[in-house]
């Protein structure tokens, strides 16, 4: 039987918020509407692969398992929004304060933050997850006996990333999910003819049953940097304990040289269990009161590149994946 996420449940609260003026948001709707539909018609896949207008009118693509769990990706940002399992439950969870407009990321979900963890010369996490990218193919094979619907999305260099980042690349994102796992493979190629560095992380938002009952394991013995008092001077230690736990105070820190596997125990019985490949460090966020409205709900586990920078040579590339998959806390 498959981990229930919501064993021991409670009702959960409504996921997105934020308000839009209704003058932008109209015409914002209109193109999003016949944009979406041109997707559709072009990579739509029956009952596997769905293109849909998201909140705020942006356009989405919907992941569909027969297994009935599904996954939302936002073009904008290239951000996992949801992810459900077959009985309906989320998983992640997206801020009350996330708005839809593209004035700023979506607040929740997986952003990505790249080509900077940050803090750092550019805006905070990078601008990947400010820009529309876009879809590059969508496949639903059999995987071995049941379709996996999957979609790629890319990201390259405009006029805006140069500004910011004087580099030509192509970031892909896949997203797959597999039964009621989520997959992600993150490549970013360098089409440039210099070497360029970044540093990255899949800003992962799991919605808790409350923060004082999350968990994550894994982390004992690990060189940590904790950024809770001073960010740009953390507090460098080991961690003794068998399991971060949050509640009491802010939690903001970047595990080193983190093990592939990881899990995070929501409260209920069930965990998310974390399996990386490519990613080196995990970053564990909680804002506790400076965020009073929804810090009890979530906690980020976030894969990451953090604490060195990448190095990409020209025509080369560099991969991490991840599989998310909910388990039954042993
Ligand atoms: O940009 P967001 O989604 O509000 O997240 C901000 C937080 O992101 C985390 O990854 C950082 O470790 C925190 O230091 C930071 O405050």
């Known amino acids: ?5 919501k064993s021991g449940c409670r009702p959960s609260a409504p996921a997105f918020g934020g308000r839009v003026r209704s003058d932008v948001r109209r015409a914002q709707v209109k ?26 009118g942006l356009p989405t ?4 398992h027969a297994c009935g769990a599904s996954a939302q990706v936002y073009l904008f940002g290239g951000a996992v929004c949801s992810w459900k399992q077959a009985s309906g439950d989320e998983v992640l969870y997206v801020r009350p304060d996330a708005v839809f407009d ?11 933050c790249f080509p900077q963890f940050g803090p750092g010369a550019m805006q905070q996490h990078g601008f990947a997850r400010n820009l529309d990218w876009e879809v ?8 071995p006996d049941e379709r996996d619907p999957e979609v790629e999305l890319v990201l390259s260099e405009s006029d805006y990333t140069l500004k910011m980042w004087p580099h030509k690349f192509k970031a892909v994102y896949t997203v797959t999910l597999h039964g009621e796992q989520l ?18 992380a899949l800003h992962t938002y799991f919605e808790v049953l409350h923060v004082d009952k999350a968990k994550v394991t894994g982390l004992k013995g690990l060189t940590y940097l904790d950024k809770s008092k001073d960010p740009k001077n953390p507090a460098k230690g080991t961690e003794q304990r068998e399991a971060v736990t949050f509640g009491k105070d802010l939690v903001d820190s970047v595990y080193l040289a983190a093990p592939e596997h990881v899990e995070l125990e929501v409260g209920t019985g069930a965990a998310v269990a974390i ?13 506790h009161l400076t965020m009073k409205a929804c810090y009890e ?30 388990v039954d806390v042993q």
């Open 61 to 64: 693509v919907m992941l569909k």
């Open 136 to 143: 590059a193919s969508t496949s639903a094979d059999f995987q």
């Open 183 to 200: 997959r992600t493979d993150f490549r970013v190629m360098n089409t440039g003819d210099k070497p360029f560095e970044f540093t990255t």
């Open 1 to 5: 039987m498959q981990a229930c996420i």
């Open 31 to 56: 193109v999003c509407a016949s944009a979406v539909a041109d997707m559709q018609k072009k990579y739509g896949i029956p009952g596997s692969v769905e293109f849909v207008e998201g909140q705020g």
């Open 275 to 287: 399996d990386a490949t490519g990613w080196e460090d995990i970053v564990v966020w909680n804002p």
């Open 297 to 326: 709900n979530f906690v980020c586990v976030e894969n990451a590149i953090t604490n060195r920078s990448i190095t990409v040579q020209p025509g080369e590339s560099w991969r991490a994946t991840t599989n998310f998959q909910v």
């Open 102 to 112: 593209k004035s700023k990321p979506i607040s929740g979900g997986v952003p990505h």
